[in-house]
Each structure stands twice: as C-alpha cells, then as structure tokens.
C-alpha cells in the first residue's frame, strides 16, 4: 500500500506560477511512475505529466514547456511546476504513482487560474 498527500494547490491568476508537491510513505520502494493527473468539471481525467525512477519524464503537449515534473527519490516526492498558467489549467490535480501491480491517487487539490 502506498499513501499520499498532496498540498500546493490554490487560486492564481493567468501568466502566474504555482507549484504542487505530493508525498509519498508506505511501500515506496514498489514505485515506479509518479505524475500529475487534472480533472475539470464535466470532463475525463486526464495526464498532465509523468516521470519515471530513472527522471524520464513525458508531458501533454497542453503543459510542455509551460510545466516541469521533477522527483526525488530520496524523499518520495513529486512535484509540478506550473509556469504561464491558464484558465484552461483549471482543474483538480491528482498526484499518482503506480507500482508493478497497482495505481494509488491522491485526495485531489483544486487549481483555479483566474483570468
């Protein structure tokens, strides 16, 4: 079982920054991908960004170069970045891991770009 904790999210306006963050604890050693997943209202959720244990990382062409994913080992966390943010980055954010036989989510934290 593995469980996290997101924090980070909040209200900001368009052309702002913010920066989510996710930590993870239980049995972190069985992780492998982490990343970032967005869910506005009335759509699916969606990728956002992912990063591998080796930092390969993959975006949605919505976020690249607006957003980074980073990872520590070391401390079982992610995090993203958001630079430049939109109203269409308007979502809840949903921190994910998946080990080799299993997906964990977390609790969700609202992001609302203002414009």
């Known amino acids: 079982q593995v469980q996290l904790v997101e924090s980070g999210g909040g209200l900001v306006q368009a052309g702002g920054s913010l920066r989510l963050s996710c930590a993870a ?3 972190i050693f069985s ?3 982490m990343g970032w997943y967005r869910q506005a209202p009335g759509k699916q959720r969606d990728v956002v960004a992912t990063v591998t ?3 390969s990382t993959n975006y949605a062409d919505s976020v690249k170069g607006r957003f980074t994913i980073s990872r520590d080992n070391a401390k079982n966390t992610v995090h993203l970045q958001m630079t430049r943010v939109k109203p269409e980055d308007t979502a809840v954010y949903y921190c994910k891991v998946s ?3 299993d997906d964990y989510w977390g609790q ?3 992001v609302t770009v203002s414009s």
């Open 25 to 27: 604890s239980g049995d």
């Open 31 to 33: 992780i492998n991908v």
């Open 53 to 55: 244990r080796g930092h």
């Open 99 to 101: 080990t080799w036989g």
């Open 108 to 110: 969700g934290t609202q």
